[in-house]
């Protein structure tokens, strides 16, 4: 089997946006790949150094969605990047081969600096992290890494770190592919992009009465303002939601907004019906995996120790080739 890496930053109970991102690509793909899959909460660090009090609760909140999602312990490795200290020693020795203008030439490098001008994130750590991100997936000679587009150059850079450490220390780490996965942008309540940070996730985690208060609370087309208004469901976030949640109800749906036959308020209690039927296996799973304490921990502790034993191999050639110990 070929071997695949990817990680998620620890970011609390996961949203529709994260299943429809990456993860619903995770639980197809750990059948038929090698997979490592990491909790990146060193990551986590080079934008959100200042307080880190909710770290241990974020992990243990994804790790449990992760579990209650359908990824499976047995299948993949699932562990946590600061449990495996090879991560940080590959990152020193890959920080030696990079020249400073390869990160400074990485496209989201200016793009976040901009982005996140409020926080002190011009960093040395803020700087370096796809040097941190080459460890993670060279530390497991992964040969594939899902992506989404905006991270595909970070790919790109891990390959020429790998080659750079190749040509001067004669070793013979794979260079990754970037497998571009489809990640269609989810839109939240607010009809922009889903995201913790804007507040317009709908959640896991959220109550049947939750989804549908928010469901209900949704922006629609906002040209359609009375009920006797036709509507355009191109335009409108509940319909976005429609396709993928009630895929065989959306072209009636469509009609009956266009001709005005269907309101936004009948509209948004077929979908949050659908939203529900689709969550509640969800919630049970995680109501019953909740009921085994210590569960997180124990998946953490020995996929961490599976990770790195791997990473260990890596590591020791590595340091045969370059002379230290
Ligand atoms: S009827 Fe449905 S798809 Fe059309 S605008 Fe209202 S909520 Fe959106």
Redesign the pocket.
């Known amino acids: 089997m070929q071997r695949l890496m990817s990680g998620m930053r620890p970011t609390g109970a996961l949203h529709l946006g994260n299943w429809a991102g990456a993860l619903a690509n995770w639980v197809t793909l750990q059948r038929s790949f090698a997979c490592y899959f990491m909790v990146a909460d060193w990551h986590a660090l080079t934008t959100g150094y200042e307080d880190t009090s909710g770290l241990e609760e974020s992990t243990a909140e994804m790790v449990m969605d992760w579990l209650s999602l359908g990824l499976d312990p047995e299948a993949a490795v699932i562990f946590r990047q600061s449990m495996v200290k090879a991560h940080a020693e590959l990152y020193l020795l890959f920080a030696m081969v990079t020249p400073l203008g390869w990160l400074e030439r990485v496209p989201t490098y200016k793009e976040q600096l901009r982005e996140l001008a409020e926080r002190e994130v011009a960093t040395y750590g803020f700087l370096g992290y796809p040097v941190l991100q080459a460890a993670d997936i060279l530390a497991y000679r992964a040969e594939v890494v899902p992506v989404g587009q905006d991270q595909s150059s970070h790919v790109e850079l891990t390959r020429e770190i790998a080659r750079r450490f190749n040509h001067v220390f004669g070793t013979a780490l794979p260079e990754p592919e970037a497998r571009l996965t489809p990640s269609p942008v989810l839109l939240g309540t607010d009809g922009r992009k889903m995201s913790k940070s804007y507040g317009n996730t709908i959640t896991f985690r959220d109550s049947a009465q939750e989804v549908t208060a928010k469901v209900r609370g949704?922006v629609?087309?906002p040209a359609?303002v009375r009920r006797t208004d036709p509507?355009?469901?191109e335009v409108?976030p509940?319909?976005a939601l429609?396709r993928i949640y009630n895929p065989e109800g959306a072209e009636e749906?469509?009609r009956?907004?266009r001709t005005a036959a269907?309101?936004?308020v009948a509209?948004?209690a077929m979908l949050a019906e659908r939203l529900n039927a689709a969550l509640e296996p969800v919630r049970e799973r995680r109501f019953a995996l909740t009921a085994r304490p210590g569960l997180v921990e124990e998946v953490l502790a020995a996929g961490s120790a599976r990770a790195a034993a791997e990473a260990e191999v890596t590591l020791g050639a590595l340091r045969a080739a370059v002379g230290v110990r």
Do not use: W
């Open positions: 949704m629609t087309d359609r509507g355009t469901p409108c509940v319909f429609h749906i469509a009956g907004c269907l309101g936004c509209c948004k």
